[in-house]
């Protein structure tokens, strides 16, 4: 079965952004501060337990083989007027070249959170955070639906297209999925609206990942995730494929 223009073109588009992979995950970073940051001024309702939630965004250069998450402490940004200044951000370093950040979801756009508002909010641990986080993303996006997409691979879909990826870290679902495919599952989330997955015993679909999702990736721009492939098995994630390196 031959795919449409839209679903193709990440799988035949040349790779040719090695560098804006190397300058994504800073470049996330310092829009999502510059677009939302300043509003930690703003009242507790648009900051609360009720709205948080987390997103899944690129480590270029990045191939963390453990899974398991590492704070990523302070970096550095500049603001618009030229002045620089340290941030911390409630972001923990994730599997292959993904990170994670805790986010307060409003709307017209998503505020960073920081280890104050999980001190505010109660929040002990990254687990904690996620349990809420994942439930909060369910209960106001619905929870993540699998469909049939091409040659026998399957797509995740949601309420939101950006909030598509953070599925990745429902670890629940994915477990659930080990009841039909107890072999593993492969998981690719090459953007944030596009979450793919095949049964590893299925030998043509996984290897239509395998050769796939580097140049999905490469053709997402600014909305890439990760250029890696996943396994899932065993109630654990592991690299089945790392991203190349920039």
Known sequence: MSMSSHQTQGFHHPLTMHLLRRLSALAAILFHFNAG???QGAPSAVASRDNFMVVVRESAGANRLDD?????????????DGREIEIELASWEFIGDTHIRFVFDGPRSMINATPADLERLGIASVDEALALAIGNIKRVYGNPVASPWEAGLMQVRGASPDLVSSYFLDRAFWQALLGEHPGGVVVAVPKR???????????????????????????????GVSAALY??????????????AP
């Open 231 to 244: 396994l899932f098995k065993d109630g654990r994630w592991s690299v089945l494929q790392a991203a190349p």
């Open 37 to 39: 940051a300043f509003a």
């Open 193 to 223: 609206g596009s979450l793919l997955y095949a049964p590893l015993s299925d030998e043509a679909a996984a290897g239509r990942l395998r050769r796939g999702v580097r140049q999905l990736h490469a053709s997402s721009g600014r909305l």
């Open 68 to 80: 398991a998450f590492k704070p990523m402490g302070k970096t550095k940004g500049r603001l618009p």
